[in-house]
């Protein structure tokens, strides 16, 4: 049982170049989630999808896309990589029931230069 | 004021100490409460759950909520250098989505 994978683990951009990180997870949960973790800001909700065929802003969407493919995956797309977009990226899931307890994939760690 | 309140740390102590990580809030409608574990270059796992006041223990880990003081608490016993990560506090009502504490970084030195 793999939970939530992201892919890739680690990339590198120039500044303009665009990207998007990918989101599979395994669990039959409803509902996805990007956030972004930077120092001393912890996590900040970029986009989530409450169910399959809807997206909402989170708390800092400006600079991002999302796509919930179906409900398993839910991408994330950067149209034109800035430096402030430098930050390890985190998806995660969950089943939007009481506790709404999320899990969460490994992360991806992106540079942009 | 933030929904959630977590002081950051970092939180030093020796092997074997007794830990207190908390956090407070202000929205009194919060009934689940969680504590998330965050090891350095992994994303956050569930470490423990709680749904409204009292206590809930597993294993050398004990979660405490206080709603009258809207407070939440992680105590750790016999602390261990594998306890060495970030805690996030996380909470929520019912079916809503989660608001997360900024995380403290505990290290345990041996």
């Known amino acids: 049982n793999a939970g939530v994978t992201q892919t890739p683990k680690f990339q590198v951009l120039k500044t303009g170049q665009s990207m998007t990180l990918q989101c599979a997870q395994d669990m039959n949960h409803n509902s996805m989630y990007w956030y972004r973790q930077d120092p001393g800001m912890g996590l900040r909700l970029i986009y989530y999808s409450a169910s399959e065929g809807t997206t909402d802003k989170g708390e800092v969407p400006n600079g991002y896309n999302v796509s919930r493919l179906n409900k398993r995956e839910f991408s994330l797309r950067l149209e034109s990589a800035a430096p402030s977009q430098t930050s390890v990226y985190f998806c995660?899931?969950?089943?939007?029931?009481?506790?709404?307890?999320?899990?969460f994939g490994a992360g991806t760690r992106l540079s942009v230069l | 004021q933030k929904e959630v309140e977590q002081d950051p740390g970092p939180l030093s102590v020796p092997e074997g100490a007794i830990v207190s990580l908390n956090c407070t809030y202000s929205?009194?409608?919060?009934?689940?409460f969680m504590w998330y574990r965050q090891y350095s270059r992994k994303g956050p796992e569930l470490l423990m759950y709680?749904?409204?006041?009292g206590n809930k223990e597993d294993g050398r880990f004990t979660a405490q909520v206080d709603k009258s003081s809207k407070y939440i608490s992680l105590f750790i016993r016999d602390s261990q250098p594998s306890d060495s990560a970030t805690y996030l506090c996380a909470m929520n009502q019912a079916g809503t989505a989660l608001i997360f504490g900024k995380g403290t970084t505990l290290s345990v030195s041996s």
């Open positions: 709680t749904y409204s006041s």
């Open positions: 929205n009194s409608a919060f009934q689940y």
């Open positions: 995660a899931s969950s089943e939007l029931d009481r506790g709404n307890i999320q899990y």
